[in-house]
């Protein structure tokens, strides 16, 4: 099932289909504001900036799963990410990653596909244009990292 298929919620409450990316290649990530890997942020806007125009998009996911270190209020997230990190990509509704029953269908999804679950904060799923994940990044991958920069890479070099 393609990721392109779900809908969410934007940080502001407003309903949001995920086709709106279908075309693009994404890097779905789930993002926290008191994580001792919070910084990634940074590099997460600049692969925004750098590769937009290309057709990839980063989304972000905030997820209080992992230490309680996403506890802010959807205003308090935005607001943090625009002044703190500059941040311009699409950030959805705080979501639950770890698996039960309270788990978004989304990375329900992600899990089947991939047969990975985030363990912290900041894991990386990154998703072809067709909205197939195509492979899971560990929360120590840093958006700058080689592997990560190659995959996306060779993702958008792929046709549509």
Known sequence: MSLYSFSTHSLDGRPTALAEFSGKVTLLVNVASACGKTPQYAGLQALHSELGARGFSVLGFP????????PGSPEQIATF????YGVTF????????KAGATQSPIYAELSRALGKLPGWN??????????????FFDPNVTPADPALRQAIETALSSSP
């Open 63 to 70: 997820c209080n799963d992992f230490g309680g270190q996403e």
């Open 81 to 84: 990410c625009e002044t703190r």
């Open 90 to 97: 699409p950030i959805f509704e705080k979501i639950v990653v």
């Open 122 to 135: 900041f894991g990386k799923y990154l998703i072809g244009r067709d909205g197939e994940p195509i492979a």
